[in-house]
Antibody
Framework: EQLVQSGGEIRKPGESLKISCEGSGYNFMTFWITWVRHMPGRGLEWMGIIYPGDSDVDSDVRYSPAFQGQVTISVDKSIRTAYLHWSSLKSSDSAMYYC???????????WGQGTPVIVSS | EIVLTQSPATLSVSLGERATLSCRASQGIGTSLAWIQQKPGQTPRLLIYGASTRATGIPARFSGGGSGTEFTLTISNLQSEDFAVYYCQHSHNWPPYSFGPGTRLEIK
């Protein structure tokens, strides 16, 4: 069982970015995936969560109010991958981003290795 | 939105001693609380869920307790590898499933 995230990114303010989180070794469709931000010198911040689902209906996505409208969480079930997308980055988006699996006991029991994002002109 | 507060912000404890970390919720959350450990430069790791159940592979020296609004994480017989930042995180009435600000556990 593992979550493997895409590599580190360096972008300029205003650019778009999509980072990924691929699940393997378990039934990806039936576990919620959450995204967590960790800014330098700060604590962990819960961004949002998505349930891929094993039917053809749209996945269920929920956002923290602090991140609603700032990022988009999506999933491609065919390749067992969740995404975190920014349409216009800000320097304040510079951080480490983790994906994590939510177990049936409502705990983040499996974590990706993290994707560092640097936004700088 | 449920807010979690943690105390103390920093805790200095000697090797082999016991550390007790606290987490308070702004409203009752039953036992929908987890404890997560993060060492510098490492991925966070789940220690405790459901307020008191140890995650797979977590040593018995880690124990969690509490319900409602008051929770504790106790680490007995502190080892060098236990010095890290500890976060509590709730999973009650989402979103968001927020984290507390963290407690930094240091070697005294």
């Amino acid at each position: 069982e593992q979550l493997v995230q895409s590599g580190g990114e360096i972008r300029k303010p205003g650019e778009s970015l999509k980072i990924s989180c691929e699940g393997s070794g378990y039934n990806f469709m039936t576990f919620w995936i959450t995204w967590v931000r960790h800014m330098p010198g700060r604590g962990l911040e819960w961004m949002g969560i998505i349930y891929p689902g094993d039917s053809d209906v749209d996945s269920d996505v929920r956002y923290s109010p602090a991140f609603q409208g700032q990022v988009t969480i999506s999933v491609d079930k065919s390749i067992r991958t969740a995404y975190l997308h920014w349409s216009s980055l800000k320097s304040s988006d510079s951080a480490m981003y983790y994906c994590a699996r939510f177990s049936p006991a409502y705990a983040m029991d499996l974590w990706g290795q993290g994707t560092p994002v640097i936004v700088s002109s | 939105e449920i807010v979690l507060t943690q105390s103390p912000a920093t805790l200095s404890v000697s090797l082999g001693e016991r550390a007790t970390l606290s987490c308070r919720a702004s409203q009752g959350i039953g036992t929908s609380l987890a404890w997560i450990q993060q060492k510098p430069g490492q991925t966070p790791r789940l220690l405790i869920y459901g307020a008191s159940t140890r995650a797979t592979g977590i040593p018995a020296r880690f124990s969690g307790g509490g319900s409602g609004t008051e929770f504790t994480l106790t680490i007995s017989n502190l080892q060098s590898e236990d010095f890290a930042v500890y976060y509590c995180q709730h999973s009650h009435n989402w979103p968001p499933y927020s984290f507390g600000p963290g407690t930094r556990l240091e070697i005294k």
